[in-house]
């Protein structure tokens, strides 16, 4: 491209040539395979390493996605979370099923599971909650996460009426606040090549092969 000359969508390109994925790279687990993909990209030091999109569907069948951040990972799921009176809240409550994208553009990599959102309990809650920086457990207070405010001078006033009912005190959870905890039975993870034949593999969960060979993780190959 000469300098000066305009930039076109078309011709942005990069080409993946960091490695593949091979059969033989997989853990037969899908968590313990993200856990590992997961554990590299903080090791290589992306910035928040543990931001996913999450996307949900409205009771319209109007999707939309935005992104969070992981905070627990177990075989049990994968848990974030948030006001329950937000859209995505909303909505995980109509409808669970949804889906995660975990974007690691840097390692040439990404990751997708979808499967269904459960509120998680509120101890589990309380106990996260404790942990969260004061600013943000005041903010939880602030903020009528996704709904229309009347201005910035309005959000700041809210914070500071938080901060004032609370003092010097501890902060308590808000009872619209706390976790969903998804729990995937698909997962896709995708590794750049050259050329674009990049490397997918999909792991679904299989509970009636599991009774035949013990083996409730099926994993096929994708075309790129």
């Given at each position: 491209?000469?300098?000066?000359?305009p930039?076109?969508?078309?011709?942005?390109?990069?080409?993946?040539?960091?490695?593949g994925?091979?059969?033989?790279?997989?853990?037969?687990?899908?968590?313990?395979?993200?856990?590992?993909w997961?554990?590299?990209?903080?090791?290589?030091?992306?910035?928040?390493?543990?931001?996913?999109?999450?996307?949900?569907?409205?009771a319209t069948g109007?999707?939309?996605s935005?992104?969070?951040l992981?905070?627990?990972?177990?075989v049990?799921?994968?848990?974030?979370?948030?006001?329950?009176?937000?859209?995505?809240?909303?909505?995980?409550?109509?409808?669970g099923?949804?889906?995660?994208v975990?974007?690691?553009?840097?390692?040439q990599?990404?990751?997708?599971?979808?499967?269904?959102?459960?509120r998680?309990?509120?101890?589990e809650?309380?106990?996260?909650?404790?942990?969260?920086?004061?600013?943000?457990?005041?903010g939880?207070w602030?903020?009528?996460?996704s709904?229309?405010?009347?201005?910035?001078?309005?959000?700041?006033?809210?914070?500071a009426?938080?901060?004032?009912?609370?003092?010097?005190?501890?902060?308590?959870?808000?009872?619209?606040?706390?976790?969903?905890?998804i729990?995937?039975?698909?997962?896709?993870f995708?590794?750049?090549?050259?050329?674009?034949?990049?490397?997918?593999?999909?792991y679904?969960?299989?509970?009636?092969?599991?009774r035949?060979?013990?083996?409730?993780?099926?994993?096929?190959?994708?075309?790129?």
């Amino acid at each position: 491209m000469q300098p000066n000359q305009p930039v076109t969508l078309a011709s942005l390109r990069e080409e993946y040539t960091l490695g593949g994925l091979d059969e033989a790279d997989l853990e037969p687990d899908p968590f313990a395979m993200l856990q590992r993909w997961l554990d590299e990209a903080i090791r290589a030091g992306l910035y928040d390493p543990t931001g996913m999109v999450v996307s949900t569907v409205s009771a319209t069948g109007r999707p939309s996605s935005r992104m969070v951040l992981l905070k627990g990972l177990s075989v049990e799921g994968l848990v974030f979370f948030t006001n329950y009176s937000s859209r995505k809240g909303e909505e995980l409550a109509g409808q669970g099923a949804c889906s995660v994208v975990f974007p690691w553009h840097p390692l040439q990599r990404q990751v997708r599971a979808e499967g269904v959102a459960t509120r998680i309990g509120d101890d589990e809650n309380d106990a996260y909650f404790a942990t969260r920086p004061r600013a943000s457990q005041l903010g939880a207070w602030a903020s009528p996460q996704s709904k229309v405010v009347e201005s910035r001078d309005k959000l700041d006033a809210r914070y500071a009426e938080a901060v004032a009912r609370f003092g010097d005190g501890p902060v308590e959870r808000p009872p619209y606040w706390g976790g969903f905890r998804i729990a995937p039975d698909t997962f896709e993870f995708w590794q750049g090549r050259r050329g674009r034949l990049h490397d997918r593999f999909r792991y679904r969960f299989s509970p009636t092969a599991a009774r035949t060979d013990g083996q409730a993780w099926r994993i096929e190959r994708l075309a790129p």
